[in-house]
């Protein structure tokens, strides 16, 4: 197997409860330049694209990549799976670590520990760290969620999707769903200094959820009078000394494709 590896990102300014979250700015910077320079940290990944669409509406993102001299791919508003497909395609990937741009504290250490259980399991197609989705079970904070699977097995994927909506909007899903019996793939448990643990929601859908991450943001800032790296146990620090912090967006739902039964 290939063991080269390189993080999609996917990003688009039509979101549907936040529209152009992805370039939001937290602290002067934009919540997608914010991941990017996050995981441009790792050891492993060789490259960063971001998968944007061919909507009007994205030449922003285009124009903050093109200054940041970050490579892009532009495909389907509509068929996710398949434009990251095409991106993989494009810049000749062979290992992908999906990455979604509403997750301001997506961690390199957490990519990287993905990647070094992959190198040594070969045998696998896809590997998770969020229990498949499955709230009774997961065990880390909302946006901390990555996944890593080969472009062969996703490849498959698009074909057995059949062009189902569900499945080309939500490119892994199909994996641990109606793929389960197919692919080899499992959930993986990080270890705990590098996450946090699932009473926190560290993503970005709503209004609520930005005003909770510019709150992290401006306590980390005064309590460790840095701008620089914001590490996941600092973090995690942060959250325990401000039990209150959390409840600025624990009331948000996070969606669920129906799909999924659990």
């Not at 994205?58 to 200054?67: E, H, R, V």
Request: glycine share 2%.
């Amino acid at each position: 197997m290939d063991m080269k590896f390189a993080a999609i990102i996917e990003a688009r300014m039509s979101s549907s409860r936040l529209k152009g979250k992805v370039l939001k700015k937290i602290q002067g910077k934009e919540i997608l330049r914010l991941i990017i320079e996050r995981i441009k940290k790792s050891q492993y990944l060789e490259d960063i694209i971001v998968a944007t669409t061919k909507s009007k509406k994205d030449d922003k993102i285009i124009a903050l990549l093109k200054k940041q001299k970050v490579n892009f791919f532009r495909g389907s508003s509509h068929n996710v799976l398949d434009r990251i497909v095409k991106t993989a395609e494009k810049y000749n990937i062979k290992n992908i670590i999906r990455v979604t741009s509403d997750n301001p504290f997506t961690d390199y250490k957490l990519i990287d520990n993905m990647i070094e259980y992959f190198k040594q399991n070969t045998n696998l197609d896809f590997i998770t760290n969020n229990n498949f989705s499955n709230p009774k079970k997961r065990t880390i904070a909302y946006g901390l969620d990555l996944s890593l699977f080969s472009i062969s097995s996703l490849k498959k994927v698009r074909t057995l999707a059949n062009k189902r909506k569900i499945f080309l909007e939500f490119p892994t899903l199909y994996y641990y769903t109606k793929g389960k019996r197919i692919f080899k793939i499992k959930s993986i448990t990080q270890p705990k200094k590098l996450t946090i643990n699932n009473k926190h929601r560290l993503t970005i859908d709503t209004k609520d959820d930005l005003i909770f991450i510019k709150k992290i943001f401006k306590e980390y800032k005064k309590v460790y009078k840095s701008k620089k790296y914001m590490e996941i146990n600092k973090i995690r620090k942060i959250l325990y000394k401000n039990k209150n912090l959390s409840k600025i967006n624990s009331h948000i739902k996070q969606y669920k494709p129906t799909i999924i039964n659990f």
